[in-house]
């Protein structure tokens, strides 16, 4: 099921066009950015990005303000509504991003899509936590300013770490898992690699974070092997709390 639960988490971001490094968020010096050519749509959005991602953390709606547009559709939120948050956010509490990076603009006429990673933190006293995103955003320039009208994000996933398994207890694994009528997911082994193959689609490395539960890396699936007498008897493909369960119906799939 590696295709059907989508890839943006990895490799949705295909060039670095540009990097804006804030110096308030990471509390060093500026991170040299790309060289882009002045005047242009990118470095005038990439400008605006930063001036308002800082503007956000500073708590200043105000100024955060000044960069979107009133009707705008800011995720779950309206300006309104993260203006109140961030005039209500106790002194003790800092949200913040960190440099902007793989920044890429798409202009049309006097609208514009944008597409950034970003690692936004929360800190509250000494303690301190962040999440790593690639937001998409949309633009319109209303005078000479390009104001946010929409926009969206994905949270990339973090790996776990490994864990020390046999890659011969893979061979216990190794079979063809039906979810509905044409639709099987082929598991095999390859070594000291455990792979999967999804309809139609070229085999993917598991990495293993159990002896039975795997992952993709990038991905925030897991896939759960249910055993049985010394073998899987089916898997249980796992996201977001849902499970879609597969039945084991070949123990020797065709390598």
């Known amino acids: 099921m590696t295709t059907r639960a989508g890839r943006l988490g990895r490799g949705a971001v295909a060039a670095v066009a540009l990097t804006i490094a804030s110096p308030a968020a990471s ?5 040299p950015a790309e060289p882009v050519a002045a005047g242009t749509a990118a470095a005038e959005i990439g400008r605006a990005l930063r001036e308002r991602l800082d503007a956000y953390g500073r708590g200043d709606a105000d100024a955060w ?29 800092r949200i913040f991003s960190g440099p902007v990076t793989a920044l ?12 950034y990673r970003v690692t936004d933190m929360t800190a509250i006293g000494s303690q301190q936590v962040g999440v790593e995103l690639i937001k998409a955003e949309t633009y319109v320039k209303r005078g000479e300013r390009w104001l946010l009208m929409g926009g ?4 990339l996933p973090v790996d776990p770490p490994l864990a020390a398994v046999d890659p011969a207890d893979y061979d216990a694994l190794v079979g063809r898992y039906e979810y509905g009528p044409g639709v099987v997911d082929v598991v095999t082994r390859d070594g000291a690699r455990l792979l999967v193959q ?3 689609q070229p085999p993917e490395e598991l990495f293993p974070e159990t002896a039975t539960v795997f992952f993709l890396k990038g991905q925030p699936w897991r ?28 123990t020797a799939p065709p390598r």
């Open 27 to 31: 509390g060093q010096a500026p991170t």
């Open 65 to 93: 303000g000044r960069y979107v547009a009133d009707e705008c559709l800011c995720g779950p939120s309206t300006k309104v509504d993260l203006q109140q948050e961030m005039r209500a956010r106790p002194a003790g509490v």
């Open 104 to 115: 890429e603009v798409r202009v049309h006429g006097d609208t514009a899509a944008a597409r």
């Open 152 to 155: 969206a994000e994905t949270v």
């Open 198 to 200: 999804a309809t139609g």
């Open 223 to 250: 896939y759960a092997f249910e055993t049985k007498g010394g073998g899987a008897v089916s898997v249980r493909f796992r996201m977001y709390g849902r499970d879609l369960v597969a039945r084991r119906i070949d």
